[in-house]
């Protein structure tokens, strides 16, 4: 090819691909090169197929539409991904309405049972709200109290402090 060899324009079809990089991009290396050193570096510049001339009309139409059916399915399957992920995400979002409102329901039946008893589980919760942050930050330091017991002692229960714990090994 004049002023650009094939391997220039496969990485100019890459770069234009960088912007969609799901893309599927069928190209089909027609050369007279028949090297196998030649084959590896069109491929691992991103071809997919190759023709040799003298071209033979029946082989490159079979090749072509069969790219083209693979650039077909490989859209399917990007456009049903993108649409699981808008189910997932919204079956997620309507899973968290649901645990809020079971939340709220359970709050009310206990506020039934009388007014004192609705409170306390009011009381509870802002309770267990308050300890829990605190009870996280204690249980934060279990690791660096189990490494402190193990220190000193021979250099096997070192080694497995290290490897259960790897934050404190070194």
Excluded: W
């Excluded at 090169?33 to 510049?45: C, E, M, N, W, Y």
């Excluded at 206990?110 to 509870?124: L, P, S």
């Excluded at 919760?125 to 930050?137: F, V």
């Amino acid at each position: 090819m004049p002023h650009v060899n094939g391997f220039e324009v496969i990485n100019q079809l890459k770069s234009a691909q960088s912007e969609n990089p799901n893309q599927y991009l069928p190209i089909l290396v027609l050369t007279a090169q028949r090297d196998h050193p030649t084959r590896l570096k069109a491929l691992d510049a991103g071809a997919k197929d190759f023709l040799t001339k003298p071209l033979e009309m029946a082989e490159a139409a079979t090749r072509i539409r069969d790219h083209l059916e693979m650039h077909l399915l490989h859209r399917q399957v990007i456009v049903q991904n993108e649409h699981l992920e808008a189910k997932v995400l919204e079956r997620t979002q309507k899973l968290e309405v649901t645990r809020l409102e079971i939340i709220h329901r359970l709050g009310r039946a206990a506020e039934y049972r009388g007014n004192e008893t609705g409170m306390h589980v009011i009381r509870m919760s802002h309770l267990c709200e308050r300890l829990g942050d605190e009870e996280y930050n204690t249980m934060k330091m279990h690791p660096k109290i189990g490494a402190e017991i193990l220190s000193g002692i021979d250099k096997f229960i070192h080694l497995a402090a290290g490897t259960l714990f790897p934050c404190f090994a070194g």
